[in-house]
């Protein structure tokens, strides 16, 4: 193991998400089993004793890739130098809420980490904004960071595709990994469009279309779709707590997936710039999109075909991001 260690931040480091999500990434499962880490940990003033017993069963794992954990409060230290943010820290919603009413609650912090970003990290920092409601979390701390490129920016709506993948999977029978090429288009929320015009299900080794494995359009254009935008309510219905272990997954897999690439033919879901775009979805937007990922870099895949009803509900996530984009832009000016 001789590589020079990378400093990685999470935020919001006492919180639920970051308690599943440390361990993955202190033993190697995002940055690779060869590379070590400086893991820094902010979260607020009132949570550093928490935070000092994380750091305590952090050392207690024993992991050989640890080379330092480094909890604050202050963004001063919690910024410097870093190579990879992963931007949790802000308030979950309740039962009966909207991820949009965070929106005055969370996008000052995003604001004020979005400038600290620019003044203290590195300009290759790669950003990945959790916090809700996320798209519009990521574009206000993007706008805050100008000396950052846009491209570093993205947020997390890997958990809407898994969620996506995983019905498929149960659906057929068969295991997730089976299934690929699902899409969540436009906003991580209840407007969000999991698509799989374009997915693939492996049944017993034949690639077949998900719609002709599923054989149940009316589940696909119905249940399906609802199920995955309702999902992240349906967890707090039942835990009174929003999904922790399974946004930390997600979070796992996002940033691995931009650190080590994409399987080849395969893409996956992730809030980026709507810049460039080829389905004329507004350019100043963070929209969840289907990307495929090399050297660090993502791309859009271009040109997939959208039929009538895909149109609609690819349009209707963009308005809610607009609306949202506007609302946000409009506290942050009071
Ligand atoms: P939590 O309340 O358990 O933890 C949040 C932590 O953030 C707390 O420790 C809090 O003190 C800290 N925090 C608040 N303001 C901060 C600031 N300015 N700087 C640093 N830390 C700060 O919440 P959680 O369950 O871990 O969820 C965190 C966020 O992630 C919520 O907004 C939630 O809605 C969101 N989330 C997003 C997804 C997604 O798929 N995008 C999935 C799950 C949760
Ligand atoms: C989720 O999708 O589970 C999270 O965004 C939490 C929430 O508020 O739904």
């Known amino acids: ?51 000092d017993g ?28 870093i190579d990879a943010a992963i931007l949790v820290g802000s308030m979950p919603r309740k039962e009966g809420m909207e991820r949009k009413d965070l929106l005055k609650a969370n996008v000052a912090i995003f604001k004020t980490q979005g400038a600290a970003l620019d003044k203290y990290a590195k300009k290759t920092v790669k950003v990945l904004v959790v916090g809700n409601p996320a798209n519009t979390n990521c574009l206000i701390a993007s706008k805050s960071a100008p000396s950052i490129p ?3 920016f993205s947020c997390l709506t890997r958990l809407d595709h898994n969620r996506a993948c995983s019905q498929v999977a149960m659906r057929c029978g068969v295991s997730s990994d ?34 002709q494995a599923i054989k149940d359009d009316a589940w696909l254009r119905g249940d399906f779709i609802s199920t995955v935008q309702q999902r992240g309510a349906a967890v707090i219905k039942a ?32 809030g980026v710039y709507a810049s460039g775009n080829s389905y004329n979805i507004p350019e100043d937007l963070i929209y969840s999109f289907p990307v495929q990922i090399k050297n660090s870099t993502w791309k859009v895949v271009d040109g997939l075909p959208v039929n009538d009803f895909s149109r609609a509900k690819m349009d209707a996530t963009a308005a809610e991001l607009v609306e949202e984009r506007d609302t946000a832009l409009d506290f942050l000016s009071q």
């Open 1 to 51: 193991m001789s590589a020079e260690p990378i400093r990685v931040l999470v935020t919001g480091a006492a919180g639920q998400i970051a308690y599943s999500l440390l361990y993955s990434i202190a033993k190697g499962d995002v940055f690779g089993k060869d590379q070590p880490i400086i893991l820094i940990l902010l979260d607020i003033p009132p949570m550093l004793p928490v935070l």
């Open 54 to 81: 994380v750091v305590m069963e952090l050392q207690d794992c024993a992991l050989p890739l640890l080379k330092e954990v480094i909890p604050t409060d202050k963004v001063e230290v919690a910024f410097k130098d």
């Open 150 to 152: 846009k491209e570093n």
């Open 178 to 211: 089976q299934v690929k090429n699902v899409i969540i288009w436009g906003n991580h929320s209840s407007t969000q469009y999991p698509d799989v015009h374009h997915a693939k299900v492996n049944l017993q080794g034949a690639e077949t279309e998900a719609y």
């Open 239 to 270: 835990r009174k707590l929003s999904s922790a272990m399974s946004a930390a997954k997600a979070i796992c897999d996002h940033m691995r997936d931009i650190w080590f690439g994409t399987k080849e033919g395969e893409f996956v879901s992730m």
